[in-house]
C-alpha cells in the first residue's frame, strides 16, 4: 500500500467506478422512495426527499428504459444538497477506498456521463482495479439533459 494513498469513499454507478469528491457532502439511502415524472427525460427517475426537501434522482445506466409511472425503491447516493444537488442510482452501497496514484494513460469508459469524468486513481489496496474522479456538476447535466 502506497504511503501517498488517501482514504475515500468510492461507489459503482452505472457500472462505472466513482470516487465520491471528499470536498461535497454525500449521503447513501438504501431503497429510497422514487416518485416518478411525468415526461421527464429518460435518466430522471424521479424525485426524492432528502430531510423534506426535493431532490431529483437519475440513473446513469447503461440502458434505461422507460419507467413505470409508479413509485419505486433504488438505492442512491446523494450529491451535494438542495437546491443544487441530485442523487445518482447506485449500483450498490458505497465502499472504503484507498485512492493511490494517479492513472495517465486511463481510457475513459463508455458511459452516459464520460464528458463528467476528470481522470483516475489506482486502488492502493487493489491496483487492479481504478476509480474515476468526476465533476458532480457536469455529471448532472449529462444525466439530467437531452438523450
Not at 90 to 113: H, I, K, N, Q, Y
Amino acid at each position: 500500500m502506497s504511503a501517498s494513498a488517501s482514504s475515500r469513499f468510492g461507489v459503482h454507478v452505472g457500472g462505472v467506478a466513482l470516487l465520491l469528491p471528499p470536498e461535497l457532502a454525500c449521503e447513501f439511502v438504501a431503497g429510497a422512495t422514487v416518485v416518478p415524472l411525468p415526461r421527464a427525460g429518460r435518466r430522471v427517475l424521479g424525485l426524492t426527499q432528502l430531510r423534506g426537501q426535493p431532490v431529483v434522482v437519475l440513473d446513469a445506466s447503461a440502458h434505461p428504459g422507460a419507467h413505470p409511472p409508479a413509485l419505486r425503491r433504488h438505492s442512491v447516493v446523494v450529491l451535494g444538497g438542495p437546491p443544487d444537488g441530485a442523487a445518482i442510482v447506485v449500483d450498490e452501497a458505497p465502499e472504503p477506498v484507498r485512492a493511490g496514484a494517479t492513472l495517465a494513460d486511463a481510457s475513459p469508459p463508455e458511459c452516459a456521463f464520460a464528458s463528467a469524468l476528470e481522470g483516475a486513481v489506482e486502488d492502493a489496496a487493489d491496483p487492479s482495479r481504478a476509480w474515476w474522479r468526476f465533476d458532480p456538476r457536469r455529471l448532472f447535466e449529462a444525466l439530467a439533459g437531452p438523450a
